[in-house]
């Protein structure tokens, strides 16, 4: 026995000044180093458990730090897989029961009632509040790992990873209207913004090219089932819920009605056909093999900016939110011009009002602004401290068929994407450099234009002769 645990094992219980004295010493004990309290003055057992499972912590926590400092995307697919999540929430509620036992067992240790009477409610409360910090920080953790694996198994695919083609992986990101009226009138959900996002599986670097809702005469890849249908290209639909020319703003909704059998793994992944119908048609207009969809609820939008606290966006100019053919004097709000800090439901409406001249193009810029801002502003430690709110959002707004196996490979990339800048494509008339008219687009020679964009010509070599 050491000289330590005599006088605190087989305390002088006739000491007021000894047992104060040793209450602290437990106390203190038992906040630097848990079980240590019960190894010197009470059960050796509990108190080498309650010693192990502490020094297991600080070994996870370091190793946890160490990966994540040396090859943070290894830590992030760790911390991101389903089983890991689970045990992890597992051993956290834990290591909260078990600094409750503990704290309880070293008050009991310490006899309150032998020590002074003054330094009785402050050792009983040092004790309280160190039991609530950190047994509800490991229950609250806990909590947090557990909302984290639900949020993702509903977001993203369980599949398995995916190669890259070309050296690229190609996104559709859809913006989806889910106007009440328009499911009463089992219309579905319906295309209100549509993206490729082309990202260089390497180096991070982003293409964003923006599809026209009013693009005309789709073609469909040869592998889609809708080549068959459309042969010559989207030129029919279903007048019975559109009152539009057949036009990519409503591919989605004639799918889903007319044709949910063509697509089956809808089904499974838990979207509307339709989304895979769009997959087809953003591959036939770019040329390009979309390999991931990412489905965005736009008024769900609205939570998840407000969860990160809003968006900063210089305003360029100042923007109705009004219908297109408002007059100005009945417009009944504006986003003024300049540097703004926009709340969900101001940059919601920002990136929608089609109230501008050149209404759903001047969007197609907006909504880019949009994209732009996010994924510079948004970093590890705003989701940390927001987590629950954003998960919550999340889980509403976000569907994909991403694997839930590269999400640490894709959040490691995004942060190399972050650090560049975009290059946008808006496949519009008013786009300088490849303008499109959406009545008579020429896709060959649009398909030509992106291929020198995303994989252009080496630079050529030098002559040695000059």
């Known amino acids: 026995m050491t000289a330590l645990e005599q006088p605190l094992r087989f305390p002088d219980l006739a000491s007021q000044t000894f047992m104060t004295r040793r209450g602290w010493w437990l106390i203190v004990l038992n906040v630097v180093l848990p079980g240590s309290a019960q190894v010197v003055a009470g059960s050796r057992r509990l108190g080498r458990f309650g010693m192990g499972a502490t020094f297991t912590a600080w070994g996870i926590v370091f190793l946890a730090v160490l990966v994540g400092v040396l090859w943070p995307s290894a830590l992030i697919t760790i911390g991101t897989f389903a089983p890991i999540l689970f045990v992890g929430q597992i051993l956290l509620v834990g290591y909260a029961v078990l600094w409750l036992v503990l704290t309880l067992d070293t008050l009991r240790l310490v006899r309150i009632i032998r020590t002074a009477p003054r330094a009785r409610a402050w050792i009983a409360a040092l004790a309280t509040i160190v039991m609530v910090f950190f047994s509800g920080t490991a229950a609250y953790a806990a909590f947090l790992t557990g909302s984290a694996n639900g949020a993702i198994s509903q977001i993203f695919s369980p599949g398995p990873s995916v190669e890259p083609i070309n050296g690229r992986y190609n996104f559709l990101v859809i913006g989806t209207d889910t106007d009440p009226q328009r499911e009463a009138e089992n219309m579905g959900m319906r295309s209100d913004t549509t993206q490729v996002i082309s990202l260089d599986a390497t180096t991070g670097t982003a293409t964003i090219i923006g599809l026209s809702r009013d693009l005309h005469d789709i073609p469909f890849p040869a592998s889609s089932p809708l080549a068959a249908i459309y042969p010559e290209g989207y030129t029919e639909y279903s007048a019975e819920y559109c009152v539009e020319s057949a036009c990519l703003n409503t591919i989605m909704t004639e799918v889903n009605l007319n044709y949910p059998d063509l697509y089956p793994q809808a089904a499974t992944d838990g979207v509307p056909p339709g989304v895979f119908a769009m997959m087809d048609a953003a591959s036939g207009v770019t040329g390009l093999p979309i390999q991931f969809y990412v489905v965005i609820d736009m008024p769900s939008l609205v939570t998840l900016i407000d969860a990160l606290g809003g968006v900063d ?54 909504q880019q602004q949009l994209q732009e801002a996010l994924l510079a502003q948004v970093s590890p430690a705003n989701v940390l401290t927001k987590f629950q709110d954003i998960a919550a959002a999340g889980t509403s707004l976000l569907k994909t068929n991403v694997p839930q196996t590269m999400l640490g490979y894709f959040v490691d990339l995004g942060l190399k994407t972050q650090a560049q800048p975009l290059v946008h494509i808006a496949l519009t008339p008013f786009d300088p450099t490849w303008p499109v008219d959406p009545l008579a687009p020429d896709y060959v020679g649009l398909q030509a234009y992106l291929q020198s964009v995303l994989f252009p010509p080496p630079p050529a070599s030098p002559d040695p002769e000059q």
Do not use: C, F, K
């Not at 100005?328 to 001249?357: C, K």
């Open 313 to 366: 966006i210089n305003v360029p100019e100042r923007t109705a939110i009004a219908e297109p053919d408002t007059a100005e004097e009945d417009v009944p709000a504006w986003i003024e011009a300049g540097p703004q800090r926009l709340d969900g439901y101001h940059a919601v409406m920002y990136v929608r009002t089609r109230w501008s001249g050149n209404g759903d193009y001047d969007r197609m810029v907006r």
